[in-house]
């Protein structure tokens, strides 16, 4: 797993509420085998004017000039402004398999989904909560300063902008150490392995009928 | 011991371990896997020279993106035309073989859509843990089980240690009393509670649905409505065990049987919350006041009763809920005031895990039975959502009824659901469907998905338009659809 410690870096807004997993990742990218490459089709269908296929070269193809990801000022962006419940729908990966890969390190947002928001953690993605109002105030200043950069600090659990305005946010303790160390999780519960085994012992003495049948 | 809800009994008799740092270590009984969600975990397993922690926890099948055409079917996995959907079909096969784990293939009795799939076999049964790389995961929660939709790096990790490491949720409960009317089905019960509570509502718990609404309801129809939790922001939704669940699961091919049902059944009757068990929040609802439903935009919160009016964004009191009205009124192509029973439909699809099983099936053909599709639509799908489905519907002669309606009658899978085969909506078509989920783009791109019942899409699909089922079940007098 990646390690998310500290980044500064250029935002980008993404103002509307309640953007899907479909809306991240459209389905049609989803009939892949890998973990990469998903970057060029993140938001495509808002993204591009005309309809997306995977094994397509994006760079020939009609870019939307309204969506705001594609305008120069935001061009490069690596942390994400959303608005509340970012992620909802389907539990895909690829989802922020596709904001990594495009360049994103961070997400800031009032609320977000729960599978998306675990998800994010697995890939070295930071899901930020603030409150509704300290986005509003981002994407205010957002709109209004060409270059608008932030530093996100994990250990600090701050978001710091230019104009020093600091703002705090909370996580879970076990979520925040993962990303801090990038640690192989599946490598840290094979720790416990005894006590899923010991675990196994007595459950198949309660409930034998979990076990066996499916062969 | 304080009273605990059944999500609390469920999450107690999993914990392997509770971690110091908050996390605790949950233990997984069953694992669905499919093409889509689990090529990149065997990858990662492999990499790290990793195998399954065991193979009698794990059953897989193909479902996402497979045709429904049945002439591509016949031509089997190396027929299937698109090349990237062929190659994910056969590494879902390759990963099987090689690990050992137990799957139902594309044509094979068994296959079907994960969750239609897991409790027809009775892989699924009362007080286990289920986890599957889809969010629809819930739906196997009517039979009391703790489940839920997991990332792709949690089926690497359910498949390496049989475990999750996982935060215990709060607990909500959603209540609905009184008896439905004719015509009001398990979609529109759900479809109701996403409209009250909204599509974050539950964010952060697991949905007990309880009162009579639910004990008078079948166990398919208690699916229909676990399996749309998520569409309320809840991972996990769950009906407590009675009698119906247990009569559900009585035969079915991985139940126990013998001196074994029995010492199941006995532990199965005490997965119900306790008198004065605490939820977090609690939500009412009456059953008067539930009538067929439809979505009008491009969030299954965005829900109506198909008597109502699309809604005007100026009665929206905030700003950003107005601007996502005004949003969703344009991409639908719908004006405010226009009445919902007038919108014209171009396609209609009655599957999905929500919407595909027996039961729904039969409410169609009810409706189907002796009447016509419309001139003005360009297709009505039905797709059952397994083999087993398929063939007990086509033991009843339905696949007759649809037949010789006008409809089309497929092969198993989640079809246009997602449309990551062929079944999909064109720019711009309405398209009245029984699956879970109106996003933009979700079933085509530009597509315009109106959720609703299987009756209310079967009568839109004769009706030419969104039409109110009770006018039709009235007319011919038939049984009610209400389970």
């Known amino acids: 797993m990646k390690a998310f410690t500290q980044h500064r870096g250029l935002v980008g807004p993404m103002d509307r509420a309640n953007v899907d997993t479909d809306m991240i990742i459209p389905k049609q990218f989803l009939k892949s085998i890998k973990r990469s490459g998903f970057g060029p089709n993140l938001f495509d269908e808002l993204r591009y004017l005309d309809h997306g296929e995977p094994g397509q070269d994006c760079a020939d193809r009609p870019l939307n000039p309204d969506f705001a990801l594609n305008k120069p000022r935001y061009r490069g962006a690596s942390i994400l402004l959303a608005r509340k419940n970012f992620g909802c729908g389907s539990s895909r990966e690829h989802a922020p398999w596709a904001l990594e890969d495009y360049g994103f390190k961070v997400v800031i947002a009032p609320s977000y989904a729960d599978i998306f928001y675990n998800n994010c953690f697995k890939n070295g993605v930071l899901p930020v909560i603030l409150t509704e109002d300290e986005v509003d105030i981002l994407f205010l200043e957002l709109e209004a300063t060409e270059g608008y950069e932030l530093d996100v600090n994990l250990a600090s659990q701050t978001v710091t902008s230019d104009s020093r305005q600091v703002f705090n946010f909370s996580l879970d303790q076990f979520r925040k150490q993962c990303l801090l160390t990038g640690l192989d999780e599946i490598g840290l519960t094979l720790i416990q392995a005894d006590k899923i085994r010991q675990y196994e012992v007595e459950r198949e003495k309660a409930h034998p009928w979990v076990y066996g049948a499916i062969k | ?483």
């Open chain 2, 1 to 483: 011991m304080a009273a605990r809800t059944l999500y609390d009994k469920l999450w107690d008799s999993h914990l392997v371990n509770e971690n110091d740092d908050g996390s605790s270590l949950l233990y997984i009984d069953r694992h669905v896997l499919h093409e889509v969600t689990s090529p990149q975990a065997f990858e990662g397993l492999r990499i790290a020279g990793r195998g399954p922690w065991r193979l009698d926890t794990n059953i897989a099948t193909p479902d996402h993106n497979i045709s429904t055409d049945r002439s591509e079917r016949e031509a089997g996995v190396s027929g299937i035309p698109d090349e990237i959907s062929r190659i994910q079909v056969q590494t879902l096969d390759d990963n099987c073989d090689h690990f050992g784990i137990k799957e139902f293939k594309m044509n094979e009795m068994g296959q079907g859509i994960v969750h239609v799939m897991g409790p027809e076999l009775g892989a699924t049964m009362p007080g286990m843990t289920v986890v599957c790389g889809d969010s629809h995961t819930a739906t196997h929660g009517a039979l009391a089980c703790l489940a839920h939709g997991i990332g792709t790096s949690e089926v690497e990790h359910v498949l390496a240690t049989q475990c999750l490491v996982s935060k215990k949720m709060k607990n909500m409960r959603v209540s609905v009393e009184g008896a439905v009317g004719l015509g009001v089905t398990p979609k529109d019960v759900v479809l109701a509670i996403i409209g009250k509570i909204g599509t974050a509502g539950g964010s952060g718990h697991a949905i007990e649905f309880s009162g009579s609404v639910f004990r008078d309801m079948s166990v398919e129809g208690r699916m229909t409505v676990c399996n749309m939790a998520i569409e309320a922001g809840a991972r996990v939704g769950m009906v407590a065990v009675d009698e119906k669940t247990i009569t559900y699961c009585k035969g079915r091919e991985f139940v126990p049987k013998g001196d074994l049902w029995h010492q199941a059944v006995s532990y199965w009757q005490t997965l119900v919350s306790d008198d004065n068990a605490f939820f977090d929040i609690e939500v009412e609802l009456h059953a008067n006041d539930i009538v067929p439903q439809v979505t009008w935009g491009t969030s299954p919160e965005m829900v109506a009763p198909v008597t109502a009016l699309v809604p005007r964004p100026e009665d929206q009191v905030n700003k950003e809920r107005r601007k996502g009205v005004e949003r969703a009124l344009d991409y639908m192509g719908l004006e405010s005031g226009t009445p919902i029973a007038s919108i014209a439909v171009d396609r209609v699809f009655i599957g999905s895990c929500t919407n595909s099983r027996i039961e729904d099936m039969r409410e169609a053909a009810q409706v189907a039975k002796g009447r016509q599709v419309a001139s003005s639509i360009k297709q009505v799908l039905i797709v059952p959502g397994s083999q087993m489905v398929k063939a007990q519907a086509e033991a009843e002669g339905l696949d007759k009824i649809f037949i010789a309606a006008g409809m089309e009658w497929r092969e198993p899978g989640c079809s246009m659901c997602l449309a990551m085969n062929a079944d999909k909506l064109g720019d711009g078509e309405h398209c009245a469907s029984t699956s879970n989920r109106n996003f933009e783009g979700r079933q085509g791109k530009g597509g315009r998905t109106h959720l609703m019942s299987p009756a209310m899409a079967a009568a839109a699909a004769v009706a030419g338009h969104i039409v109110d089922v009770r006018h039709f079940l009235s007319e011919s007098m038939t049984t009610g659809v209400n389970s």
